[in-house]
């Protein structure tokens, strides 16, 4: 596909960008655009999301962005097409950002967004989550659209530092979630597990997000 030869219409993008990303703004529309002309192309999103890019994934990501600790060391388990990892990036340059991906073609698109957006507070790491020469050193770990918490716990509780936060984008079925991982949760002594919802009033979809401490 070319980049003019797009199966379905592009969402414009809402006024709620410009607010969440400030200066930062044209980073984001760049980011945006790239995956317009080459997401489905190169398999990170499908046609069907062009038309809620912004809403459903940028801005989804974006609104989380205050929750991460200033001049902190944060993982992104999965980043696939950088959602939520590029995105945190562009829009908290004071934090450090490990992107943790294993499949060759994802990395080599994230390594290039890297460049050509400029962003120097990010590192890619091909690598699966238990894989990764991350273990016990961040500040946080977010995630998105990767798994279940029961799943996701044991991959991503082992990457943060004693009192370290889990801060993981979640959909509607968190709770459930919650409830069907309590075993894993004690395991891996993940506490004050709580649900945030954010965006309201200002996202047309609301972001649910997953926050615990880990204790080593």
Not at 197 to 209: A, F, Q, S, W
Request: hydrophobic letters at 45%.
């Amino acid at each position: 596909m070319s980049e003019n030869d797009v199966t379905e219409p592009v969402e414009p993008e809402p006024a709620a960008a410009a607010a969440l990303f400030g200066d930062r703004i044209d980073l984001a529309r760049r980011y945006a655009e790239a995956l317009v002309a080459h997401g489905e192309q190169r398999g990170l999103i499908g046609p069907q999301e062009l038309p809620r890019l912004w809403t459903r994934h940028i801005l989804n990501c974006a609104i989380a962005a205050p929750l991460f600790p200033a001049g902190g060391r944060v993982g992104d388990v999965g980043s696939g097409a950088g959602l939520p990892g590029i995105v945190l990036a562009i829009a908290r340059p004071d934090v450090t950002w490990e992107l943790i991906e294993p499949m060759e073609r994802r990395v080599a698109w994230l390594d290039e967004q890297v460049d050509a957006l400029g962003l120097e507070n990010v590192t890619v790491h091909r690598a699966r989550a238990e894989e990764a020469a991350v273990e016990g050193m961040l500040d946080a770990v977010t995630a998105r659209a990767v798994s279940a918490l029961r799943t996701l716990i044991p991959w991503t509780a082992p990457l943060v530092r004693d009192a370290g936060e889990l801060i993981l984008l979640k959909g509607r079925s968190v709770d459930a979630e919650i409830t069907a991982a309590q075993k894993v949760l004690r395991k891996y002594k993940v506490t004050d597990a709580r649900v945030e919802t954010l965006g309201e009033g200002v996202l047309d979809e609301e972001t649910r997000v997953f926050r615990a401490l880990v204790r080593a």
